[in-house]
């Protein structure tokens, strides 16, 4: 195991070394090297001298190079008074073969002492102190590492970047103590304000938002950050648009480019009423760094997929040479004009709907009141099947009174017969004459109360079980029926297309109700007069079917396409156009 030159745990190797020759009465310095690299680093030493000795440094060098243990005897005067000594280092094994490092230690002691012994206890110490290493050596992450992943949290939700923008601004605002976070994104070649912290509105502070963009504005186009008042140690910078902003809010302020894969994307904007320190600046830096990708992929995201196509394509073309580009283009040019002019089929569409091919009205025969329906629209009927009933109450007192009235003048007549009065019999024969076809009429429109089917079909208007007890006038249309199985198909075509139909002509339609069908038709009628359908002037075509499949009913709508012969795509697609013109020119040269 290498450790980095950034973690090398001197404060633990220092505690441990201190403890270790206090303990070993024997040991009068030490000093422990680990590896940086391709580099050894003084990691710790005993005791606080200003440096360690060069023979200890160059013991524990030589023992990380061997990789074994290495005894040595020191110049007589670099020995402690006079006093027999060693210097005895040792690697420090890491796991899987690895090393951490070394440690020296000058020992004094008995020449009697075998060097065995010295190795031993050096090498177990050697190993606590590995061990002990490597249970810390373990990275943590930082504290700005635990930042940034939370506020990259922030942007990656499902919100949208309004409202991710928003958090994090004020994310940035309540963790780094500023009193206003501002976040601004370029679009479309311009800088615009997308959020500022604790969910500030924009309507009612438009010259502090423009003031904010200039801030941001001035930062990207020197490609740096910049603090406002400017440090004293700091570079000449332009800060005009930085001072503007400075008056109308709490007075420092940072500035910091959000740059992604190379391109700058927008700017960050910190303000308080205290100074911003290096380490705050650099920590600012270094969440922008990480923060700059993570707002360009949910910008990206919320793109129409026209801007997307661009950019796809502009990141194919971007590799290629200019000319490649230029024959790219060409080609493309080429290929959309000959498709422009090669002959396809034209068809002229139009709205269209179902009918019967024959419709029956039942309307009312007298004035009266609707008392039962019996049929509704879409159900099918039967011929001589009853539909509807009129109320017959006062038919039927008119029927009682005309057949009293005729039998009293029934009776008159008799009477004056008997008595042989020819005056009186004709006067009371002639009113019951009368009386007896009021009778009947009275009885025929009793019989009409009851409205019966005259053919056999579906109902296909007429829901008259909502009205029951509602008047009727004489020749109200109560139920009209159409045939089931007979049907026209009716076409509006626009007045501009009429003069591309004929009869005979062919044709598909498209049925609401059967979208993945084309039901083939042919033209049989063509209205002479227009009619006005939705406000356009167009002529009601009549068609039938060729083989009209099962399930149509009368109501049916779709689009209907009429073939109209061949021609270009750019004669196709120029015709209405053409057409408006002339009309113009025609009106316009009189």
């Known amino acids: 195991m290498t450790m980095s030159e950034s973690f090398i745990p001197s404060d633990l190797a220092q505690r441990w070394l201190r403890g270790y020759c206090e303990r070993e009465v024997a040991v009068k310095s030490a000093v422990v090297l680990m590896a940086s690299g391709q580099s050894l680093q003084e990691a710790a030493r005993w005791p606080g001298q200003a440096t360690a000795s060069a023979p200890l440094v160059a013991a524990a060098r030589a023992a990380l190079k061997r990789k074994h243990a290495v005894v040595l005897t020191p110049p007589v005067g670099d020995s402690a008074g006079g006093e027999h000594s060693r210097i005895v280092a040792q690697p420090l094994a890491g796991g899987q073969g690895t090393t951490l490092g070394a440690l020296a230690v000058l020992v004094l002691g008995d020449p009697t002492d075998t060097d065995q012994t010295l190795l031993s206890e050096l090498e177990h110490a050697c190993t606590t102190l590995a061990a002990t290493l490597q249970a810390t050596s373990a990275p943590r992450p930082s504290a700005t590492g635990s930042r940034l992943l939370q506020l990259q949290a922030l942007l990656l939700g499902p919100e949208s970047l309004a409202q991710a923008a928003s958090a994090l601004a004020s994310e940035l605002a309540s963790t780094l103590d500023f009193e206003r976070v501002s976040l601004g994104l370029i679009q479309r070649t311009r800088l615009n304000v997308v959020a500022l912290s604790h969910g500030a509105e924009f309507a009612s502070r438009q010259g502090l938002i423009q003031a904010l963009a200039g801030a941001m504005q001035e930062a990207i186009d020197q490609g740096v950050s910049i603090a406002y008042p400017l440090p004293d140690d700091a570079p000449p910078r332009i800060v005009q ?346 009106g316009w040269t009189g």
């Open 241 to 586: 648009a930085h001072a503007v902003l400075a008056v109308q809010g709490p007075g420092t302020l940072l500035s910091v480019p959000l740059i992604s894969a190379g391109q700058v994307i927008g700017a960050l904007c910190f303000e308080r009423g205290t100074a911003i320190g290096a380490e705050s600046v650099h920590t600012i830096e270094q969440l922008a760094c990480g923060l700059a990708p993570a707002i360009e992929l949910k910008q990206r995201a919320e793109q129409p997929w026209t801007a997307r196509a661009r950019e796809s394509l502009r990141a194919q073309f971007a590799g290629r040479s200019r000319r490649a580009r230029r024959l790219t283009w060409l080609a493309g040019l080429a290929a959309a004009l000959l498709l422009a002019f090669v002959p396809v089929d034209r068809r002229i569409g139009a709205p269209a709907r179902l009918e019967g091919a024959v419709q029956r009205v039942l309307a009312a025969p007298i004035d009266g009141y609707l008392h039962a329906a019996h049929a509704r629209p879409g159900d099918a009927v039967k011929a001589g099947q009853l539909l509807v009933e009129l109320a017959q109450q006062d038919l039927l007192l008119q029927t009682r009174k005309w057949e009293a009235e005729l039998a009293q003048h029934e009776n008159s007549a008799a009477a004056a017969l008997a008595r042989a009065d020819r005056t009186q019999y004709a006067l009371a024969a002639a009113r019951a004459a009368e009386a007896g076809v009021q009778l009947e009429l009275a009885h025929a429109q009793l019989a009409r109360t009851q409205l019966t089917a005259p053919i056999e079909g579906i109902v296909i208007k007429g829901d008259l079980s909502q009205s029951l007890g509602a008047p009727v006038q004489r020749g109200e249309v109560l139920v009209t029926l159409a045939p089931r199985e007979a049907f026209r198909l009716i076409i509006e075509i626009d007045d501009r297309d009429i003069g591309a139909v004929a009869l005979g002509q062919g044709g598909r339609l498209a049925l609401s109700a059967l979208p993945g069908e084309r039901l083939a038709f042919r033209v049989t009628r063509i209205s002479p007069v227009a009619i006005t359908h939705d406000g356009r002037n167009a002529f009601d075509v009549e068609a039938a079917f060729d083989n009209p499949p099962a399930g149509l009913r009368p109501g049916l709508q779709g689009i209907a396409k009429l073939d109209a012969g061949t021609q270009s795509l750019v004669w196709i697609a120029t015709r209405r156009i053409r057409m408006w013109l002339e009309l113009k020119l025609w």
